[in-house]
């Protein structure tokens, strides 16, 4: 059963990139519409080429003036976006989506994206001035050094699952170890 579903995948991927072949040699063409553009950054996302897809998708804003009231458009944004950390960019197209279609068929997705994006950016920010607190005043730090700790494991873990997983688990790791019982 897993061999059919990773070859499944791989056909996908394989007609995924004949359509963003086909897609390329059109622009190439100057066929150059929004749609096409729009069209060609979806597919880049389905392949996980983030850069190409960015790339596509500021062209489709340059072409189309009114970008914003397209919600699948602003949601693919605000995952490219949310790939590279850019949490308050992709919080603004993803807020968008909700407040042009707040029926949007995957808007559980959206809420969950936002509510990562927030979770990160106010550990970041609490991890920020605890460092701070203790350069600056030397004196202990009104949480312990154990929830530091996992704040900033879960912060790892949040930000580096497909990049950097060894890191997040050795963070883990230290923290069962050293957790106080």
Request: no cysteine; glycine share 0%.
């Given at each position: 059963k897993q061999w059919y579903q990773r070859r499944v995948r791989e056909e996908e991927r394989c007609y995924l990139s004949q359509a963003t072949c086909r897609l390329e040699k059109?622009?190439?063409?100057?066929?150059?519409?929004a749609e096409l553009f729009c069209q060609l950054g979806h597919f880049h996302l389905l392949l996980e080429d983030y850069d190409k897809a960015m790339s596509a998708y500021q062209e489709y804003i340059t072409l189309q003036p009114e970008h914003w009231k397209n919600p699948a458009f602003s949601v693919r944004l605000g995952l490219v976006y949310f790939h590279f950390n850019a949490f308050q960019w992709a919080t603004k197209a993803l807020q968008q989506v909700l407040y042009i279609d707040p029926g949007f068929s995957r808007?559980?997705?959206?809420?969950?994206?936002?509510a990562i994006m927030f979770k990160i950016r106010t550990i970041s920010t609490l991890l920020s001035s605890t460092s701070t607190w203790r350069c600056v005043t030397r004196a202990p730090v009104p949480e312990s050094d154990w929830t530091i700790k996992f704040t900033s494991g879960t912060c790892t873990k949040c930000r580096t699952t497909s990049t950097r997983p060894g890191r997040c688990t050795k963070l883990y790791s230290l923290l069962t170890s050293s957790h106080p019982r």
């Open positions: 059109l622009v190439q063409q100057h066929y150059n519409t808007k559980n997705e959206v809420h969950i994206r936002l």
